[in-house]
């Protein structure tokens, strides 16, 4: 069984990413610009926003802060983001999410102008992944193609199924896999012999958030194993797959150390190819 | 085994869509008008169009035709879109596909304001369906499930197999079923194991255009098969799905006879509600 670890394949991305920030700089004097918006004094994502920060920081992409106290309105919100839209200096725009409570995340994000959306959680970015059209993707999804890949997982015509339907991992992944040519299945919560579906994948995703759920029964031996179902528990983050499933997979991205050290590179790389298709690169 | 017939259920659905019309009408006096876009001479879209005009016509959908000589320019055609989109009087468009070989398909579409998109194609109507958002949703796709619910096949819960992957068909299909709680594989011609996928399918979707691809080894008794792929042959319109299959299947929509007629109710559905959501209702 062979671990996937996250961070290599990370510092690989970031060194692409930097790369890319260093040769847009050259060719157009443009230096990428992200726009920060956190609403809010939720502890998480202000740490979440510091590590984007930083790590932005350290491959040449600027940033830019819009900072809003808890109870600030809609009205206040909306207006920014039509700002950094209007703004050609910004070229992508990170939402923290959650937003808090009585907030419309949907309205927000779709109030993000398509073109500068770094988190891939647009509804044009979606349907452009859907029609299979070149657009920011959403960054766990996109981190899991990144560790099939660099770890050599064959993805053409393996059996893959995504258990969990969110908009931010489960549903975009799933179009990932299909236009790398899997066959998809998406299960979930409603789903009957969920244990026979998963009993039968070759790249199996658990997405679902339910700690611990996969066992050891529900994998196929050999079969690469993604977890990226986070629970926060008293005994600190827990994935969806269950130790013992290290016996039987031949691959394991695992909580922590997986896919999650991934997804910072990727939003990285997002703002910076939105900066590269502004340009006309 | 039960055959699937559309006509009766595109009638259920062109009598709600008149019912609406009638309403609108009375609320708001706004009469929901459609602009019909018709590029060169194929005469299979000609005859399309002619359908579609009429049937809006007969619930009370008002039609403006805008019509272009095969060898109109590509900017052309955009600037009558965008000149569309500005005008209140016209609440939906379509865009008769495929345009001649030489302009971009893709970009025309892109250019429809999204809140007039009548065909469900535009990559926010894409994202929003991915998203579970209330929008238009292509038409087959959706003549699909009305033909479902209407004869009572169970959806939730269901294994749904989709064979073919296409943008106007396969992909948002499995998310219209997915949303409805089926669990639901996407398959293709690089699925390994197609026959297996398929045997175990309590609701098959045949929509990859390969005449007579699905045979009865590939049905599981009494499941509920759609046919949706159509091949232009010298005997005819083939589906993919093999005559033989009606011994093995619980129900079948065939071609002819079984989504075909629904699409275009569809259509004239997708054009009222975007009149309505202009409208605020």
Redesign the interface.
């Known amino acids: 069984m062979q671990i996937l670890h996250g961070r290599p394949v990370a510092d690989k991305v970031l060194a692409e990413v930097k790369a890319g920030v260093a040769a847009l700089k050259q060719k157009t004097g443009v230096e990428p610009t992200l726009a920060v918006i956190l609403v809010g004094e939720d502890p998480a994502s202000q740490i979440y926003v510091r590590l984007k920060k930083r790590a932005a920081d350290e491959v040449g992409i600027g940033s830019r802060d819009f900072l809003f106290p808890q109870g600030c309105t809609q009205v206040e919100l909306l207006e920014t983001i039509r700002g950094i839209n209007a703004d050609p200096a910004l070229h992508g725009i990170l939402l923290q999410l959650p937003l808090p409570k009585g907030m419309d995340e949907?309205q927000a994000v779709a109030t993000i102008a398509p073109e500068k959306d770094a988190d891939g959680l647009?509804?044009?970015?979606?349907?452009?992944?859907?029609?299979?059209?070149p657009t920011a993707i959403p960054c766990t999804p996109a981190g899991c193609l990144e560790i099939l890949d660099h770890y050599g997982i064959p993805i053409?015509?393996a059996?893959a199924v995504v258990v969990g339907?969110s908009?931010l991992v489960g549903?975009?992944l799933?179009?990932l896999l299909?236009a790398r040519?899997a066959?998809?299945?998406?299960?979930?919560t409603?789903?009957?012999?969920l244990v026979e579906?998963c009993r039968r994948a070759d790249i199996l995703i658990a997405a679902m958030g339910v700690a611990g759920f996969v066992k050891a029964d529900m994998v196929k031996p050999g079969a690469a194993v993604l977890d990226v179902g986070i629970t926060r528990t008293d005994a600190g983050l827990m994935g969806d797959v269950a130790p013992e499933v290290r016996e039987v997979a031949g691959w394991l991205a695992p909580i922590p150390g997986g896919v999650g050290p991934m997804t910072i590179a990727l939003l990285l790389r997002n703002a910076v190819e939105a900066a590269e298709r502004r340009a006309g690169i």
Chains 1, 2 share one sequence.
Do not use: F, I
């Open positions: 949907d647009h509804p044009m970015s979606l349907g452009n992944l859907l029609g299979g059209k053409e015509g059996d339907r908009r549903k975009p799933a179009q299909l040519h066959t998809v299945t998406m299960c979930h409603r789903t009957r012999d579906h």
